[in-house]
């Protein structure tokens, strides 16, 4: 398995006062299955989706199996769970979580493959 695939979510996080208000305002726990499921397409697209491109936003709204995504979107813009400004603006759906996380990754993995090759050196 690849570790790489997969990202945290606490048990208890269907209690922290951002998901309850997306269960509030987006259906219970299918609009918070939809955010989970949003944090697993924003993970395979490196953190930012851009929404201007209508294919984009069937492919989206099929995913999280929605009618129209701007309710979505502009509620969890209004939470705080996505870049209300980048949404708003630019039509990108975007996570400051996710891309941290994506970094903090691709930082460890550069670091160990930096530290591979300076054991390799060392064998030499």
């Known amino acids: 398995m690849n570790a790489n695939r997969f990202f945290s979510v606490p048990f208890d996080n269907r209690n922290d006062m951002k998901m309850l208000m997306v269960r509030k ?23 930012c989706i851009d929404m201007n491109d209508q294919a984009m936003r069937d492919v989206i709204a099929d995913e999280l199996e929605l009618e129209d ?6 509620v969890l813009a209004q939470i705080g769970l996505i870049d209300r ?17 994506i ?3 691709k930082q460890k ?8 090759k ?3 050196k060392a064998r030499a």
């Open 69 to 74: 995504v701007d309710e979505f979107f502009t």
């Open 25 to 47: 305002k987006l259906g219970g726990y299918a609009g918070y299955g939809r955010w989970v499921a949003l944090l697993g397409i924003l993970y395979d697209a490196d953190g």
């Open 118 to 120: 300076a054991k390799k």
């Open 103 to 105: 970094a903090y990754k």
């Open 85 to 101: 400004t980048m949404y708003e603006t630019m039509g990108h759906v975007a996570s400051n979580g996710v891309a941290e996380q």
């Open 109 to 116: 993995q550069e670091a160990g493959q930096k530290g591979g």
